[in-house]
């Protein structure tokens, strides 16, 4: 009843910049916290980012000061804006995003976006 759609990935050369963008539609009563996270090839998915209903930001340490994410809730959107990019963060990178729906305003349910593709290569 609820999706996360993510836009923004793409072919950079290392230094350059991207913004994400990831919108949540559907039948939305509340959004908690929403977050960034990314697999590599061979890896695992790991946090990036993280941002909570009140706007409080958490980072993993590899992208601290090159990443900052924020939110419009508004819009019910998250973004992640990456500066300085290095081959190292080339991945997919996913949106996560813990939603009340209408139906069920008292339990927030975990959803995922099907990911954006994010190069950096020169």
């Known amino acids: 009843q609820v999706q996360l759609v993510e836009s923004g990935g793409g072919l950079v050369q290392p230094g350059e910049s991207l913004r994400l963008s990831c919108a949540a539609s559907g039948s939305i009563f509340s959004i908690n916290a929403m977050g960034w996270y990314r697999q590599a090839p061979g890896k695992e998915r790991e946090l990036v980012a993280v941002?909570?209903?009140?706007?409080?930001?958490n980072y993993a340490d590899s992208v601290k000061g090159r990443f900052t994410i924020s939110r419009d809730n508004a819009k019910n959107t998250v973004y992640l804006q990456m500066n300085s990019l290095t081959p190292e963060d080339t991945a997919v990178y996913y949106c996560?995003?813990?939603?009340?729906?209408?139906?069920?305003?008292?339990?927030?349910?975990?959803?995922w976006g099907r990911g954006t593709l994010v190069t950096v290569s020169s």
């Open positions: 941002i909570t209903g009140g706007g409080s930001p």
């Open positions: 996560n995003a813990k939603i009340a729906i209408v139906t069920m305003r008292s339990e927030y349910v975990e959803v």
